[in-house]
């Protein structure tokens, strides 16, 4: 039968008799997962898809490091495997599953991961100068799961996440044999997992890897790049995402590739936790509101201007910003605006942290503004939930965006998305120009090119339409009620899924 096409035949006994038999089993890698251990969006999405994906019939288990933090989070993890060494160490797995119902497989190697603070960075800010082991000691797990290491559960598909799990594809192709299909996702090009060419040796693969079919890149060895050849099919987090990445301009070194892998190449729009970030049950907002009744919306306004030193303003249109502060973001084309965008009746609630100069420019900018700008340093996930369930608008000014998720929260919260039209703010806000308005499609902002001057035209609309009250209003019912769950993306995956397992050899 059709839905059953490119499911592998050892899973083909168990049909029809129980679903748990025939699900396909899919084995996802990942160094990040929420609400485990989180530095960006690619944690919501290891986090969510494996849980979308259960009622389509995927039995999914997560293969991360087991940070301090996760083995924290989880201390009833049992072993269910282990090596002598692996990069220096022995190394144990532990399976584990999370209160939401995640099934997980940890690598336990405190040599590699029990590290504090930032999963990533050493306590001078840099990278630890072992990552490309770290996460290769990930991926050869994987490789050795999806070759049979535990001998109750073998994936059909191995799904790679970002440069992280790279390698695994590269791995399972050059073993040789049968082997599970694989599929890697990019959530951002710009980190690619680059070494140079002396540490190739370290990621134990064959000589003639090393070669511009395989995983050489500049002179080195790109952990990403590995993925990008070698698995089985691609995607990446947006359509628009998806195209870019074939450009020169935004394709980081790797476009050829990509336009060479692009019939392999799909853009999967990512979804929010729903549970999770939903106006009607949030306990960080002073009260609940949804597309029905959005009027309490204004008691988190009210609360979110106290918390920041705000005047309290209920008229007054405020903008807020969630985001890491890199020069991705575009946070330094908000700060360039300031001076015009305070001419206005505005005020700006920032949270972020991240390049030093960007901090000390917000800090600076909320100190001579106090009352108009409120800026909170540091990562909040209380705080941001207070900031999207209390402004009325959200800039998303990046220069570059995979997909985005500050964007689709802001939908979920009214909080009428203000974005650059590049990537995944592209495909998800329906921008608010007189045909949409007309046709009540629109559902936020967009702005091109991606220039201070831009934004502030795009500022200048917004506050139009916000002094507008019945059209602001329609059009923030419009956002609250789009599909931004991870029902329709965890379908597409679906169907990636079963593609994958339609070319795999042998
Ligand atoms: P990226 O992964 O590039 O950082 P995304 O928009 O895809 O950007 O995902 C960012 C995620 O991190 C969102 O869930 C956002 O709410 C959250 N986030 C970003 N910065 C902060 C912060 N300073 N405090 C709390 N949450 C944050």
Redesign the pocket.
């Known amino acids: 039968p059709a839905q059953d096409e490119g499911l592998p035949r050892r899973c083909e006994e168990g049909r029809g008799k129980k679903k748990e038999a025939s699900a396909m089993r899919v084995l996802s890698v990942t160094p990040e997962f929420f609400p485990l251990v989180k530095t ?3 944690a ?1 999405v290891a986090g969510a898809l494996p849980l979308a994906l259960a009622p389509l019939g995927v039995n999914a288990r997560t293969l991360l490091p087991a940070y301090p933090a996760v083995r924290a989070a989880l201390p009833d993890a049992t072993p269910v495997a282990g090596l002598d060494e692996l990069y220096g160490g022995p190394v144990r797995l532990l399976q584990a599953a999370t209160d939401e119902g995640a099934e997980l497989l940890l690598l336990d190697a405190p040599h590699l991961y029990d590290r504090p603070g930032n999963i990533y960075l050493a306590p001078t800010g840099s990278d630890w100068p072992d990552n490309h082991r770290r996460f290769a000691a990930l991926c050869r797990v994987a490789q050795l799961i999806g070759s049979g290491l535990l001998p109750d559960w073998q994936p059909d598909l191995v799904h790679g996440h970002d440069w992280q799990a790279g390698l695994a594809a590269a791995y399972l192709a050059l073993a040789g044999g049968p082997r599970p299909a694989t599929v890697l996702t990019v959530h ?1 090009l710009a980190f690619q997992g680059w070494v140079p060419a002396a540490s190739f040796v370290e990621l134990g693969l064959p000589a003639t890897a090393f070669a511009i079919e395989g995983v050489e890149y500049y002179g080195g060895a790109g952990m990403l790049k590995a993925g990008l050849y070698f698995a089985d099919r691609l995607s990446t987090v947006s359509p628009t995402y998806a195209r870019e990445i074939q450009t020169p301009e935004h394709g980081m070194g790797l476009d050829g590739l990509m336009r060479a892998r692009a019939g392999d190449l799909v853009g999967i729009t990512n979804g929010i936790d729903t549970e999770v970030w939903d106006p009607a049950r949030d306990p960080h907002l002073a009260a609940p509101y949804s597309a029905a009744d959005p009027a309490p919306k204004a008691a988190s306004k009210a609360a979110l201007q106290a918390r920041l030193g705000l005047e309290q303003r209920p008229q007054t249109c405020m903008f807020c910003i ?3 502060f890199t020069q ?1 973001k575009g946070i330094d084309l908000v700060l360039e605006a300031l001076p015009t965008l305070l001419g206005y009746d505005t005020q700006l609630a920032v ?3 991240g390049e030093p100069v960007l901090e000390q420019g917000w800090a600076a900018a909320a100190a001579a503004h106090p009352g108009r700008i409120g800026y909170v340093s ?4 209380p ?2 939930h207070l900031m999207q369930g209390g402004a009325d608008a959200i800039l998303v000014p990046s220069r570059f965006e995979p ?4 964007q689709l ?1 802001g939908l979920r919260y009214g909080t009428l998305p203000v974005v650059a039209r590049v990537g995944g703010l592209a495909d998800t806000v329906i921008d608010a120009n007189e045909a949409a308005l007309a046709d009540e499609v629109a559902t936020g902002i967009q702005f091109a090119p991606v220039t201070a001057l831009a934004l502030i035209e795009a500022v200048h609309r917004t506050m139009a339409l916000f002094a507008n009250p019945d059209a602001w209003a329609a059009t923030v019912r419009r956002a609250m009620t789009r599909d931004v769950g991870w029902t329709r993306a965890a379908q597409h995956y679906l169907a990636l899924y079963r593609d994958a397992l339609r070319r795999v050899p042998g």
């Open positions: 960006g969006g690619l919501d951002n969630v985001s890491r991705q949270l972020g942290s540091g990562y909040d996930e705080l941001s997909c985005g998720l500050t929260i």
